[in-house]
């Protein structure tokens, strides 16, 4: 259903994902939206780990309530702050995708 990590030498342990979950608060959540466009917004969460849930930040009414209604196919990326490797433009990052 998934693929693989391509660059399996970056892929991070449950328990590092566990927690940049913990430590950060902000994440990016994508969902199918109108007419098949994706859409995407940055987003407030908690990371729940004793039941393993992450709770999200919303409204009760709104557009991203309407994509998820119309279709439970989601990602959600959340990013360490990253670091900068002495003489190199790239910023080093960790991240933790989600699919549900």
Not at 56 to 61: A, D, E, P, T
Request: hydrophobic share 35%; glycine share 8%.
């Amino acid at each position: 259903m998934f693929r693989e990590l391509t660059r399996k030498k970056q892929k991070l342990s449950l328990e590092e994902c566990k927690e940049i979950l913990k430590q950060e608060v902000r994440g990016v959540l994508a969902v199918n939206g109108d007419d098949g466009y994706p859409y995407a917004l940055p987003i407030n969460f908690y990371f729940d780990e004793r039941n393993n849930k992450l709770y999200f930040h919303s409204g009760k009414v709104g557009y991203k309530l309407d994509a998820i209604d119309n279709s439970d196919k989601v990602s959600f990326c959340v990013y360490d702050k990253g670091y900068h490797e002495g003489g190199h433009w790239s910023l080093n990052i960790k991240s933790v995708i989600i699919f549900g």
